[in-house]
């Protein structure tokens, strides 16, 4: 198999940097396809921690080629900050490893200060609690035909002209809020300044991904975000503006859906968001807490506190058929440990009766459905060094084969630590099975 997604199943924050990370080894490129600045993915490799937020994951390993694709809003002080910390820290030709797709949409000053506008002025109950990296009004000029492409950098007066087309179209908005349009000059500063080096990196992305395939290069998209954060299929309108699920790779990088051969569902063995919206399993309890500090759920990009709540698994599976899930990657098992025991959501209670079904659109009014426990014994030993399926304590095992059962698809891999070595693989998507437990 030479194509594999990696998406996350739930509202984000599931462990993706790690498993891209993991599964990067066998891979010769890695490929992000939507979202931009507001992911935050976490690489913990020996004793350095590393959060990548437009880089792919795959970044560090020499060897693999990257690619930003079109289906991302790309903010280039960004990506060059990301560059030029990694080579700050020793990481060599972090650049030259890296294509940007030239039909990528850029970030500007003012989608940024548009996002921070509307979310500070925002009615009682309405703000989206958005990451305030300007991804929302940034789709939003893409779809209105007002977007600037990368490539565009090529050709500076024609950069110009874009940039102060789409500058215009946002004034009465931005004036409306109360903030302060940006000068066409201050725009225009950053872009000249990056132009050079962003220019070195630009490149067809869909020639690229579609000749690696073709090529039997072992190709790995990596997805930002979230199911339950997409922009069709999440709890809207409390999503982000793109199309994190797995149909998105074939869109955010140009290539055909009948090119990729497997899709990893990620999810943790319990359940986060950060921002608002519909969170069905949330704890407000000593648990919610216990999940917070130990799995220590706060923001990798915003630095906000995570909400936390159990495992739901009618989520489970409406991510399974959004996306196509062939098998589960599950991360975090060891924050679990400690609870004397773990609720896991395997139904809904709703105005229509009992529902195995995720109950998406009747979550916009409170109160409106109720999740239905089944309650698991907990564990109190130590994970992190579990290799196989077999060291887990008897109970953890019965929890991940319990998930693995109503979710409905095998497990591919269980993740004891954030470390790259506290994982036990148990089918590599680009091999086959590796340890049948
Ligand atoms: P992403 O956005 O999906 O890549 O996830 P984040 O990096 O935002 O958040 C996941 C956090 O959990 C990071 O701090 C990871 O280092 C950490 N992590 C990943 N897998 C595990 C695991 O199995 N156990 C523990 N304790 N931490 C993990
Ligand atoms: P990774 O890739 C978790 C959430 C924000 C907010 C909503 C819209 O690290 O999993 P946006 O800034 O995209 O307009 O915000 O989406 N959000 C994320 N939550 N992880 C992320 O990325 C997220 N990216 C956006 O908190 O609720
Ligand atoms: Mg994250």
Known sequence: MSSVVIVGAQWGDEGKGKIVDIYTEFAEMVVRYAGGPNAGHTLVIGDEKIIVRLLPSGILRENTRCVLGQGMVVDV???????????????????????????????MPYHIVVDTLRESTAAEGKAIGTTKKGIGPAYEDKVKRLGVHAGMLKDTERLEAKVKMALDGWRATIESLGGEVPSLADVMAPLLAARERIVSMLGNASVAVDEAIKNKTRVLFEGAQGTLLDVDHGTYPFV??????????????????????????????????????????????????????????????????????????????????????????????????????????????????????????????????????????????????????????AAARAYVRFMEERAGVPLYLVSVGPRRRETIVLHNPFFGRADAP
């Open 77 to 107: 002080d960004v990506l060059l900050g990301e560059i030029d910390e990694l080579e700050r820290r020793g990481h060599r030709g972090v650049a030259d490893r890296l294509l940007l797709s030239d039909r990528a949409h850029l970030i």
């Open 240 to 393: 982000t503006s793109s199309n994190p699920v797995s149909g998105g790779a074939a869109i955010g990088s140009g290539i055909g859906p009948n090119r990729i051969n497997t899709v990893i569902g990620i999810t943790k063995a319990y359940a986060t968001r950060v921002g608002a919206g519909p969170f069905p399993t949330e704890l407000d309890d000593a648990d919610g807490k216990h999940l917070r500090e130990v799995g220590a759920e706060f923001g990798s990009v915003t630095g906000r506190p995570r909400r936390t709540g159990w495992l739901d698994v009618p989520a489970l599976r409406y991510a399974a058929r959004v996306n196509g899930v062939d098998g589960w990657a599950l991360t975090k098992l060891d924050v679990l440990t400690g609870l004397p025991r773990i609720r896991v959501c395997v139904a809904y209670d709703t105005p229509d009766g009992r529902t195995e079904d995720f109950p998406i659109d009747m979550l916009d009014e409170p109160g409106r459905v109720t999740p239905v426990y089944e309650e698991l014994e907990g564990w109190t030993e130590d994970l992190t060094g579990a290799q196989v399926l077999s060291d887990l304590p």
